[in-house]
């Protein structure tokens, strides 16, 4: 099956740094979304991008599918952004398939 | 527009017990998928639900099945539990490929 990846897997800032999270995932893909996982464990959708750049407020995320790698882009971090970040993909093959996850890249924002 | 929405949030069964864990998809959502995800994990996919038919399982044993019901709510059912069972359990639902997954905020098992 599909492999995903994620680095780093762990990251501490100081509120007000920005960063950058990569996912790298292993054959085509027609679905990759970028997932928060809250401390009650609800996975929040942040963004929904098999292909390009897409941003929303301090966040943003670019997927370059032809070299099979997506980034997240954190800018101006607050401690409400400490959390899991997951990647997950779901493969380009034909016929039906599921989301595979990376192992996430837990951060964590100090004041 | 209610999103998923997952019943209990949390429950405690002992070895050997049999547990069901519900689902309501988004408005509009047609497919479920159930995922597993143990502590300090990424979730794992046990299986989908289209049609009201199992249509794609993951590497989980034959004590994890399901259903889906004609208004696309679905359940979780796992017999003989064990206490590597323990997880918190996340069910997902989607509508073709193009817009992605929407998930719950889970069930957390605990096996004792």
């Known amino acids: 099956g599909i492999q995903v990846e994620q680095s780093p897997p762990d990251l501490i800032l100081q509120e007000g740094a920005n960063s950058t999270l990569r996912c790298n995932f292993s054959?085509?893909?027609?679905?990759l979304q970028w997932f928060h996982q809250n401390p009650w464990g609800q996975l929040i959708n942040l963004f929904y991008?098999?292909?390009g750049t897409k941003q929303n407020g301090r966040l943003s995320a670019t997927t370059v599918a032809t070299e099979r790698y997506s980034l997240l882009y954190i800018s101006s971090s607050q401690t409400t952004d400490s959390g899991v970040y997951f990647c997950?993909?779901?493969?380009?093959?034909?016929?039906?398939?599921?989301?595979?996850f990376g192992k996430g890249t837990m951060l964590l924002v100090s004041p | 527009d209610a999103g998923v929405t997952q019943s209990p949030t949390h429950l405690i069964k002992t070895r050997g017990q049999q547990v069901t864990l519900r689902c309501s998809p988004k408005?509009?959502?047609?497919?479920v998928s159930w995922y597993q995800q143990a502590l300090g994990q990424g979730p794992q996919f046990i299986f989908q639900?289209?049609?009201?038919?199992?249509?794609q399982r993951g590497n989980f044993p034959d004590r994890f099945s399901g259903h889906q019901f004609p208004n696309y709510s679905s359940e979780l059912n796992v017999n003989a539990l064990l206490l590597g069972d323990s997880a918190l359990y996340l069910c997902?639902?989607?509508?073709?490929?193009?817009?992605?997954?929407?998930f719950g905020s889970g069930t957390r098992l605990t096996v004792v």
């Open positions: 991008i098999p292909s």
């Open positions: 997902a639902s989607s509508f073709g490929n193009n817009y992605g997954y929407t």
């Open positions: 054959d085509s893909v027609n679905n």
């Open positions: 408005s509009g959502h047609d497919t």
């Open positions: 997950a993909v779901e493969g380009g093959f034909s016929g039906y398939s599921t989301l595979t």
């Open positions: 639900y289209y049609e009201e038919e199992e249509r």
